[in-house]
């Protein structure tokens, strides 16, 4: 959800702005591979492809992915993905599943409490072991894995990085947070490997 919508007739001037914020190398080459994507969510055909590539992505990390038709109340129930969903909810949860330890894979909703799509909340609140201050460092890990996943899969990762919000806070913080976020998920290898869009050296 947006926290602070911003008129599409404004969104290239501050997208200007935030760019021009980023100081390192790492941070204008990830910004600028998401920047040359779509603002707008795929529909139709188009979205049953991404949704395909997500699923692909996911199971080559070793993600179980549950077949269509089966009723699932988590996008991650601790045993196996949700496949009845969008692509750039897939790839969210699939940056979860890579970014968690083998012990918080065996957790509805990574042991992070419920997510916006969880149906049953109560289990999911049962399964929390993170505080919010670790969720939250997790989701922000997540979010942003995920979105550069989408921009290597030429998904829309423009609409997920407005959707999740990393233009919030666009004069004091956003830039900070995004670089801050990055060398961590850099730092930790998640930047390096077939899988990911950018190889550093």
Known sequence: MILTAIPREQLGPVL????????????RAV???TRAT???????????RHR????????????????EGVDCAHNWDGTALNSATEAYVILHEAAHFLLAPTERRRLIDFGLGP?????????????AVLSPLARDEDEAAASLLGIIWEAKLAQPALASFLDQNWLEGLDRSAHSHFTTVLD?????GFLEGSISPYSIR
Do not use: N, W
């Open 115 to 127: 997510g916006p799509d969880t149906r049953d909340r109560a289990a999911a609140e049962r399964s």
């Open 184 to 188: 961590k998920l850099h730092r930790r």
């Open 16 to 27: 200007d702005r935030f760019e021009a914020s980023l100081g390192d190398p790492l941070s």
């Open 38 to 48: 779509s603002a707008d969510r795929a529909v139709g055909a188009a979205a049953e």
């Open 52 to 67: 395909q590539a997500a699923l692909t992505l996911a199971r080559g990390l070793g993600m179980a992915i549950y077949p």
């Open 31 to 33: 910004f600028g591979c």
